[in-house]
């Protein structure tokens, strides 16, 4: 990795309200631990601090360093996390709670693509592999408009890994955006991929949830 751990700080993202879910996700039972402390305790592989984002009231730290209260927007939520964070953290790792099942080594590969110095941050992605279509309304239905060429696309997860001082340049002036890529991207920073992983599932519903569970009792 390009820093020592000490330097290293982590933002979980667990503000969400499970409207899809039917609760609380992030504070669900995976394996006989929350999924919020799941996902607190993969960010220790790399992050000598962890602080959690969660919903107002939210007094359980499940085993992060500090909690803090998320805002309206996802954006809102890591700028919480990044004003209680170590001031002299060098690298910031963002990742959502929702993510239990990310593997040390992914954790490992984005802070690794931060060695180039001309790098300000790092994604890992996982191929698209569907047919991914453009639609836009008609009236009561939806119609496609194109055919976009997969070969250039890939499905984002978390965790991503920043220069802490181009982060809290991108999040200066509170703007909005569904990931800290695209708002790091949106001050000229330039962002890399690296591989992600299948297992790296996002909890969204309840069969997500018993597919995690799977996935925990066969390791």
Same mark, same amino acid.
């Given at each position: 990795?390009?820093?020592?751990?000490?330097?290293?700080?982590?933002?979980?993202?667990?503000?969400?309200?499970?409207?899809?879910?039917?609760?609380?996700?992030?504070?669900?039972?995976?394996?006989?631990?929350?999924?919020?402390?799941?996902?607190?305790?993969?960010?220790?592989?790399?992050?000598?601090?962890?602080?959690?984002?969660?919903?107002?009231?939210?007094?359980?730290?499940?085993?992060?360093?500090?909690?803090? @209260?998320?805002? *309206?927007?996802?954006?809102?939520?890591?700028? %919480? $996390?990044?004003?209680?964070?170590?001031? /002299? !953290? =060098? &690298? #910031?790792?963002?990742?959502?709670?929702?993510?239990?099942?990310?593997?040390?080594?992914?954790?490992?590969?984005?802070?690794?693509?931060?060695?180039?110095?001309?790098?300000?941050?790092?994604?890992?992605?996982?191929?698209?592999?569907?047919?991914?279509?453009?639609?836009?309304?008609?009236?009561?239905?939806?119609?496609?408009?194109?055919?976009?060429?997969?070969?250039?696309?890939?499905?984002?997860?978390?965790?991503? @890994?920043?220069? *802490?001082?181009?982060?809290?340049?991108?999040? %200066? $002036?509170?703007?909005?955006?569904?990931? /800290? !890529? =695209? &708002? #790091?991207?949106?001050?000229?920073?330039?962002?890399?991929?690296?591989?992600?992983?299948?297992?790296?599932?996002?909890?969204?519903?309840?069969?997500?949830?018993?597919?995690?569970?799977?996935?925990?009792?066969?390791?």
């Amino acid at each position: 990795m390009p820093s020592p751990k000490e330097r290293v700080s982590a933002i979980v993202v667990a503000g969400g309200r499970g409207t899809r879910f039917g609760g609380l996700k992030q504070f669900a039972s995976l394996g006989g631990t929350s999924v919020a402390q799941r996902s607190i305790q993969a960010c220790r592989s790399v992050a000598a601090e962890v602080v959690l984002v969660a919903p107002h009231g939210t007094d359980d730290a499940h085993g992060a360093d500090q909690v803090v @209260a998320g805002g *309206a927007t996802r954006a809102a939520s890591v700028r %919480a $996390g990044l004003a209680a964070i170590d001031e /002299d !953290a =060098a &690298l #910031v790792v963002i990742h959502d709670a929702a993510r239990p099942l990310a593997s040390p080594a992914l954790f490992e590969r984005v802070l690794e693509a931060l060695v180039d110095d001309e790098v300000a941050g790092a994604i890992c992605a996982q191929p698209v592999t569907d047919t991914i279509k453009q639609v836009e309304s008609r009236g009561e239905q939806r119609a496609v408009v194109a055919t976009l060429e997969r070969s250039s696309l890939v499905a984002v997860q978390t965790p991503q @890994a920043f220069r *802490a001082d181009v982060l809290r340049t991108a999040h %200066a $002036g509170d703007p909005d955006a569904t990931d /800290d !890529a =695209a &708002l #790091v991207e949106a001050v000229g920073g330039l962002v890399v991929v690296v591989d992600g992983e299948a297992t790296n599932l996002k909890l969204t519903s309840a069969l997500d949830l018993e597919a995690a569970e799977r996935l925990v009792e066969a390791r």
